[in-house]
């Protein structure tokens, strides 16, 4: 290892060192409203009108909820004003050699667009995961501090997406808040994971994670897989997208900025929590025209997180 390389793996462990300590001496507030009643479900709602704007300021009373077809009560609402803890996985692999300096600029672009206050972790994956940073809470000096973690990732080796799934998983149950997401950038390829993809699709069906995903089309690269990407968003409610240049990246990313924003919690008693992978749920907006507004969610129940 050259004299430069050891000095950034240096300086990089010394920030999350100091990262960490100041993590563990902050008081996270808990939320009354999502706690370990494991008794209650919820699901997250992006609620946006025809042009992509983020409506906010709904209530309990805004949403019907519905669960294989029979309406159900809805106990409490976390707004799309409140933060989010989110959980960024940016791909490390040799093949983002090549777009490093679009996928820092998208990456810095996001940061900018969530406000203050919002809870940030980053994972870096290759054949490894690597905690970028853990979490912390937005502002300035700290999205600074995040971008100048990621620029200095080093990019080589194989795929380990799902491995870097299922970490963002095991992080986010150790948020500050309900509304939870993971933003994920990759080409949906997996060539050095131990987990299955089949194990990470059914460990997101029990969590109220959200899963938005992008992408930079590559028609010559033999591990892309869209489609992969494309399922794990809609199946979690999610954003995805498909730049075709790495410049353009930077419109997916503030497109999955403004979902977390649009984005609410709602939680409610189901009919039946055992086997709740396959209810099926329906969400509309009370007294207004379903042709001026898109909701967004996961079709499938999933429980209340514990804290």
Do not use: C
């Not at 959200?210 to 033999?222: E, G, K």
């Not at 929590?273 to 396959?278: D, N």
């Amino acid at each position: 290892m050259s004299h430069s390389s050891k000095f950034r793996t240096t300086r990089r462990a010394a920030l999350v060192q100091m990262a960490l300590a100041w993590l563990a001496a902050a008081a996270w507030p808990e939320d009354p409203r999502f706690g370990i009643d494991v008794e209650n479900a919820a699901v997250a709602v992006a609620v946006t009108d025809r042009r992509g704007q983020s409506i906010t300021g709904l209530t309990a009373t805004d949403f019907r909820l519905y669960e294989n077809g029979e309406i159900r009560e809805i106990l409490s609402v976390y707004d799309a004003t409140e933060p989010a803890s989110v959980v960024v996985l940016l791909d490390a692999s040799r093949s983002v050699r090549s777009i490093r300096q679009g996928l820092l600029l998208a990456f810095r672009s996001f940061l900018f667009t969530l406000a203050d206050g919002n809870q940030v972790g980053v994972l870096g994956f290759n054949n490894f995961i690597e905690t970028v940073s853990p979490f912390e809470m937005l502002n300035n000096r700290v999205r600074g501090d995040l971008f100048a973690r990621a620029a200095s990732m080093d990019l080589d080796g194989q795929t380990a997406m799902f491995d870097a799934l299922e970490a963002a998983a095991g992080m986010l149950r150790h948020a500050a808040f309900a509304k939870r997401a993971v933003l994920l950038f990759g080409d949906g390829g997996d060539n050095a994971s131990r987990v299955k993809r089949d194990e990470i699709f059914a460990l997101y069906r029990t969590n109220a994670i959200v899963i938005h995903t992008v992408a930079l089309s590559n028609p010559n690269n033999p591990d892309q897989n869209l489609g992969l990407l494309r399922r794990l968003a809609k199946e979690s409610g999610g954003y995805f997208g498909v730049a075709s240049k790495a410049r353009d990246l930077k419109e997916d990313f503030d497109r999955v900025a403004e979902e977390l924003r649009a984005s609410y919690v709602l939680s409610f008693v189901p009919a039946h929590l055992e086997g709740a992978a396959g209810t099926k749920l329906r969400i509309e907006l009370a007294g207004r025209d379903p042709r001026r507004y898109r909701l967004k969610y996961r079709q499938v129940l999933a429980r209340n997180p514990r804290r």
